[in-house]
């Protein structure tokens, strides 16, 4: 499944960058974490609770930030195993500023199999579709906050 997007958002590149790097800010913005841990520099372990059409699951996860170009691009792999399947994921993430703010560009892949996978693409695109755009109204959330507090 192909994954890509943009979305406007207040504030400048470097003060977007800063909460994408922020274990708290990540943990906010997750749909569905329960639990978030930096194990490392630009890892994480986390405990992600996800429900797309009938399969509802808890997923163990890794995140893992490779080619950093601070404040303007990296790449986010993700692994997540649990009872619904499996999901794996790598998505190249772009900050642009511009005169309202900064422009985010997202592009990358998932693989998803186990029974999330059974409930047909369709099903799978439309659920990422939603946890993607709740996680980016979150998102706005935080930059709100960072954004007012400067």
Request: charged share 25%; aromatic share 6%.
């Amino acid at each position: 499944m192909n994954l890509d997007g943009k979305q406007q958002l207040e504030g400048q590149p470097e003060q977007i960058w800063d909460l994408l790097q922020d274990p708290e800010t990540l943990a906010a913005i997750m749909p569905g974490c329960e639990e978030l841990i930096q194990e490392g520099e630009d890892q994480y372990k986390g405990v992600i609770k996800a429900k797309i059409g009938p399969v509802s699951s808890t997923y163990n996860a890794g995140f893992k930030i490779e080619d950093k170009i601070p404040p303007s691009s990296y790449r986010l792999l993700v692994e997540g195993q649990g009872p619904g399947g499996f999901v794996n994921g790598d998505v190249k993430i772009e900050l642009e500023g511009n005169e309202e703010g900064t422009m985010l560009h997202y592009s990358g892949t998932a693989k998803v199999g186990g029974k999330i996978a059974s409930i047909g693409q369709r099903l799978v695109e439309s659920g990422a579709k939603l946890i993607i755009k709740q996680g980016f109204k979150a998102l706005r959330k935080e930059v709100s906050k960072k954004v007012s507090e400067a």
